[in-house]
């Protein structure tokens, strides 16, 4: 156990700090395409509709409805949906997957698409409608 007490140097550590690692988002392949994801920017609500501008030519736009099999994340239980159907409840919940074939598309603010979510609110008693342009994080 010669390691034990000492610094040892990290084999991949010359590589990141260079900047000549390699990373899953430097790779590229014919006819790959690209993601991200629209998430909630509230902690709990009711979807109520999903509207956007998207080009319908370059984008594909994939909800709930578009997941082969169950929706579903399998944790402990299967309680939690892959993409938000109709409820919110979490802040950054996966709603909607947004694909297209150039990834600069996906994040250059220029070309972002709009993307209005309307929600209900429900906090105690009291129900509201609000319009928001959700994170398109990845």
């Known amino acids: 156990m010669a390691a034990i007490g000492k610094k040892v140097p990290r084999k991949e550590g010359a ?32 979807i109520r509709s999903v509207r956007h501008d998207l080009d319908r030519e370059g ?23 892959g ?12 709603i909607l997957l947004l694909v297209n074939e150039e990834k600069e598309k996906l994040a250059a603010p220029k070309v972002e698409p709009r993307m209005v979510i309307a929600w209900i609110i429900r906090r105690r008693t009291r129900s509201w409608i609000t319009s928001i ?5 990845s």
């Open 15 to 46: 590589a990141k700090v260079t900047g000549a690692a390699r990373y899953v988002d430097d790779l590229s392949f014919p006819g790959m395409l690209h993601g991200a994801t629209v998430r909630s920017t509230i902690p709990r609500g009711e």
């Open 133 to 137: 342009e959700p994170n398109m994080g």
């Open 83 to 94: 993409l938000a159907e109709r409820e919110v409840r979490h802040a950054a919940e996966p």
């Open 59 to 81: 984008f594909t736009v994939a909800d709930f409805r578009d997941i082969p099999g169950k929706n579903v994340v399998a944790l402990i239980e299967d309680d939690q949906p």
